[in-house]
C-alpha cells in the first residue's frame, strides 16, 4: 500500500531525456512512478525533517563522560555525526537504492552514552559498537538477517508499520511541546504544569501541524517539505518578536522556551568540522569489564539494532509501496540490510555511535521519494552539513514535529492489513503497536509481538504454523527482556 502525497495515476513530469535516462537505468526512477525533481525533493525533506540528530547527538555522547570523566565534546561529536551520515546515506542509495537514510540510532546512542562508556573510556565504548556492526553484517551475510525478515508474518508487519506511525507521531508530539512528562501521569497536554497549552514555541507547532496536513490533503507536491520550510520561517519571525528563549536556561528550566534548537541564524554561518574522533576504537573492553559483562553488552546492542532497523524496514518498504504483495520480500532486501550493518560500523569507527536506517525517512517517502536517488540527495545535503553544521540548528523541533506527525497519521492507516476479529493476531499485533510509542522503543514493540504471537499460536494449538525462525527470535527476545528481571529477582550484579 502506498501513502504517498501524490496521486500514482498523475502523469509523470517530463524531465531531460539524457539525464532522465541515465538516472533511469540505475535508480529505475520512471518505473518506480516517481520524477527526478520528486526524488530530489523527497530527499531535501528527509533531511530538513532528521537534520536534528547533528544537534542532539552531540547534547547526548559528546557531554556524557566515560569512566575516567572524559567528553568526546559537543563540536566534534557534531562534524562525525554528519559525517557518517552523510557517507551511509548515500551508500544506501547508491548500493540499496531505495529511498532510506542513515544516522546515529537514537536510543542506541543513549545507551552506549549512559549504560556502556559509564564502565568503560569512549574509544573502549565504540570498539564494542563496532563488535556489534561487524556481527550484524555477519548475519546479513549468512542470510540470517534476510531469512527473519521474510518470516515475520505479513500480519506482524502491518503492526510494525502502523506502529511505528505512532511512534513517530509521538515523538513529533513531544518534540513539538504538544505532550510532556507530566504531573501525576506519566504524559500530560502541552508545558503547563495542570497540562494547558504554554507558549509561542508551542503555536509555531500548532500552526506547522495545521498547514502541513493541509498540505498533504490536498495533495500538495512537497507538501511536507513545504511545511517545514513555512513553519521554520515562521518560527524566526516568532522568535525574533516574541524572543522564548532556549528551553533551559541558566540551568533551570523555562516551560515555554524552544524544545531544542533557538531558530535564529547563526553566527558563523560557516564552521570547518572537527573530525579528529574518526578512528578513535579500543577493543580493550574484554579486558577492562571482563568477558561476561562485555559480551552482554554486545549482546544488547545487537539485539535492538537488528530488530529496530528490522521494524523501521519494513514500515518503510510498506510506505514506498516497495515490499511485495504478502509484505514477505522487498527489492535488493539484502543490500539494504547490508549497509545497514556497515553503518553500525562506520558509526563506531566514527565515535558517532551506531548508525541506522531512520524512521524519519517516511517523511521524504510521503513527498514522493521512491528510489535511492532521494537518499543520495539526502547524504549530499548532510555533507554541506560538515560546513553548514550552525546552520542546521535553524529548524527547531517545534518546525519538523509536525511532519512526523502528519507522515503518522499515513502510516497508521496499515491497521487495515490486520485481522482484529482473530484475537491470535489482534493481540500481538497490539502489543506491537502500542508498546513502540508507549516505551519509546521500537525494538520493544517488536519483541512483544513475536513473544505473544509464538505464545498465543502455542495455546490455540497452531504451533505447527509457526516458522522456526520466529521461535528462535521469540527465545531472543525473553532473554533480551528477562536478563535484568532476572538480576532484579536474583541480586546477582
Known sequence: MSVTTQDPAAPVEPAEPAVQSRLDRFFEITRRGSTVRREVLAG????????????????????????????????????????VAAVMTIMMGIVGRVPFAVATGLGLNAFVAYAVASQMSWAEAMGLVVIEGLIIT??????????????????????????????????????????????????????????????????????????????????????????????????????????????????KPNPNGWRLN???????LFQTPDLHLVGNVSFGAFAHVGLVTALLLVF???????????????????????????????????????????????????????????????????????TGLTSVVTGVLFLGALLLTPLVSLVPSEAAGPAL?????????????????????????????????????ITNGIGAGFVSWVAIRVAQGKARQIHPLMWAVAVAFVIYFGINLVKAVTGVS
Do not use: C
Open 44 to 83: 531535501i525533506t528527509t533531511f530538513a525533517t532528521m537534520a536534528y540528530i547533528v544537534v542532539l547527538n552531540p547534547l547526548i555522547i559528546g557531554t556524557a563522560p566515560d569512566k575516567d570523566g572524559n567528553l568526546l565534546g559537543i563540536a566534534p561529536v557534531a562534524g562525525v555525526t554528519a559525517l
Open 138 to 251: 555477519v548475519l546479513v551475510l549468512t542470510g540470517f538477517r534476510k531469512a527473519v525478515f521474510r518470516a515475520i508474518p505479513a500480519e506482524l508487519k502491518a503492526a510494525i508499520a502502523a506502529g511505528i506511525g505512532l511512534f513517530i507521531a509521538l515523538i513529533g508530539f513531544v518534540d513539538g511541546g504538544l505532550v510532556r512528562a507530566g504531573t501525576g501521569v506519566p504524559l500530560q497536554l502541552g508545558s503547563g504544569s495542570n497540562g494547558t497549552l504554554h507558549g509561542w514555541p508551542t503555536v509555531v507547532f500548532l500552526v506547522g501541524l495545521l498547514v502541513t496536513g493541509i498540505l498533504v490533503a490536498r495533495k500538495v507536491k512537497a507538501g511536507v517539505l513545504i511545511g517545514i520550510v513555512a513553519t521554520t520561517v515562521v518560527a524566526v519571525v516568532v522568535n525574533a518578536f516574541a524572543k522564548p528563549g532556549p528551553s533551559l536556561v541558566d540551568g
Open 262 to 268: 533557538v531558530p535564529t541564524l547563526p553566527d558563523p
Open 300 to 370: 544488547t546492542l545487537v539485539l535492538a539494532d537488528f530488530f529496530d532497523v528490522m521494524g523501521t524496514t519494513v514500515g518503510l518498504a510498506r510506505q514506498a509501496n516497495l515490499a511485495t504483495e504478502d509484505g514477505t520480500d522487498m527489492p535488493r532486501l539484502g543490500k539494504v540490510l547490508f549497509v545497514d550493518g556497515v553503518a553500525a560500523v562506520a558509526g563506531g569507527a566514527g565515535s558517532a555511535s551506531s548508525a541506522t536506517t531512520y524512521v524519519e525517512s517516511s517523511s521524504g517517502i510521503a513527498d514522493g521519494g521512491r
Open 405 to 441: 506527525v502528519v507522515v503518522g497519521a499515513l502510516m497508521i492507516r496499515q491497521v487495515k492489513d490486520i485481522d482484529f476479529t482473530d484475537v491470535g493476531v489482534a493481540v500481538p499485533a497490539f502489543l506491537t503497536m502500542t508498546l513502540m510509542p508507549f516505551t519509546y522503543s
